[in-house]
């Protein structure tokens, strides 16, 4: 049950190495396709896309994806196509997580390092000398590219959706339509992607690549990587033609993430571009509906539930019992889920945290605020030895409580 790492969300204002883009990306960058005058076009994800689109994905990337290999701009490619037309407390526990087409979620890995090639695919060796870093736990690599929709370039990776969903902030990943619609063959875009380029759900879009798939847009959300507007599974992003292994997540808990960027630059070179997810302009912003965007907001938000109840308790208390939703599955007194319930507890303090008429156990959303409400109904919200016997009500042993004390105060002093 124990384990140790700061939760995903929480910034750390450190810097990020960026390589200044060469000469043939500028000039890649200077073909990219703009928008028609009198649109706006992808402004809120602009921003984030300069980070890796302006010599990467969007540069140097794109121009090796024109049609068969030839050089050549978006915008030729783009006069080939035609525009399209335009629950209470308490319930019974349900894992929302079973589908069809994709694995069910069974944990959350939150990235912490995301590079990114300007030189073509990341070779297996040097994956595997970041794998092998201290600390690092986990690391995907994703093809990728940039394509065109609705005439502008987009920063696309395609994904595995069975294995890709455990990457991405908990609210997205727990969402079986987008996971489904892209193991279908459809696409996901970002809520500012979805937002700007006016996209419907449901609507087929012509894609721009080496080839121009029409696919349909099977829903939008929070992705949490900056840049990164547009996921396609796998088998399409082969058909596509986009980049294999042009980039990597790496996921290394408890390790300070711009020694993490540095270690991982130093592997991949100046060729590629590294960045620390953990900084501040790189959090994930909260949902369109308010729900929160990471783990630190949930604890955050369940707290305010509890008068008096710091949030750092929660947060320890997930840190303990799953890593932060790292390790959800069950345990071997039983226990499910990120904050770790029994199923008869469950029964008693289950919340429908987000509303969706479920009080699921392994759904983040609702275990967080039920772990406050279980242990502010054991007093916890009181302090001193009652905030004691409630943590120890979660869990009966002593050494438990200990360590779930000093992690809060080691959160409260970071953070607070």
């Not at 033609?241 to 130093?266: I, R």
Request: with cysteine; hydrophobic share 40%.
């Amino acid at each position: 049950m124990a384990s140790s790492s700061p939760p995903h969300a929480p910034a750390r204002p450190q810097r990020t190495e960026q390589a200044s883009p060469p000469k043939k990306a500028r000039k890649a960058r200077a073909a990219a396709p703009r928008p028609p005058r009198g649109r706006r076009g992808l402004t809120a994800a602009a921003a984030g896309i300069a980070v890796l689109c302006a010599g990467n994905l969007g540069g140097g990337v794109y121009v090796a994806l024109s049609a068969d290999g030839e050089r050549g701009t978006s915008r030729g490619a783009a006069s080939r196509t035609q525009s399209p037309p335009t629950g209470g407390p308490g319930g019974p526990v349900a894992n929302v997580a079973e589908e069809r087409q994709v694995a069910p979620l069974r944990r959350v890995v939150p990235p912490d390092v995301l590079a990114v090639s300007r030189s073509g695919p990341i070779g297996r060796a040097a994956i595997a000398r970041i794998g092998r870093l201290k600390g690092v736990r986990d690391v995907i690599a994703v093809a990728g590219g940039a394509v065109q929709l609705q005439g502008r370039g987009i920063n696309t990776f395609a994904v595995d959706p069975s294995r890709f969903r455990s990457w991405t902030p908990p609210g997205t990943a727990k969402r079986n339509d987008l996971w489904e619609a892209l193991a279908a063959g459809g696409f996901v875009v970002s809520t500012a992607a979805a937002d700007q380029l006016r996209l419907a759900r449901g609507t087929r879009y012509p894609v721009v690549a080496r080839t121009i798939p029409q696919l349909e847009m099977g829903g939008s959300g929070t992705l949490g990587l900056p840049g990164i507007d547009m996921l396609v599974n796998s088998k399409t992003g082969t058909e596509m033609g986009l980049v294999p292994n042009v980039a990597v997540m790496v996921n290394a808990p408890g390790v300070d993430a711009a020694k993490l960027a540095a270690a991982v630059k130093k592997i991949l070179g100046r060729n590629a571009d590294v960045v620390n997810l953990h900084e501040q302009r790189y959090q994930a912003p909260s949902e369109a509906n308010g729900r929160p965007g990471s783990y630190l907001d949930l604890y955050k938000q369940a707290a305010r539930s509890c008068p008096g109840l710091s949030w750092t308790v929660l947060a320890a208390i997930g840190q303990v019992e799953s890593d932060h939703g790292r390790n959800a599955g069950r345990s071997s007194a039983g226990a499910l889920g990120p904050m770790q319930f029994l199923p008869s507890t469950w029964r008693s303090y289950g919340v429908d945290g987000d509303g969706d008429g479920k009080a699921d156990i392994m759904n983040p959303y609702d275990a967080v605020p039920a772990a406050a409400r279980y242990l502010c109904a054991h007093g916890a919200g009181k302090g001193g030895r009652q905030l004691y016997q409630a943590i120890w009500a979660y869990n009966h042993a002593d050494w438990y409580v200990q360590k779930v004390l000093n992690l809060a105060r080691a959160y409260a002093v970071r953070y607070d």
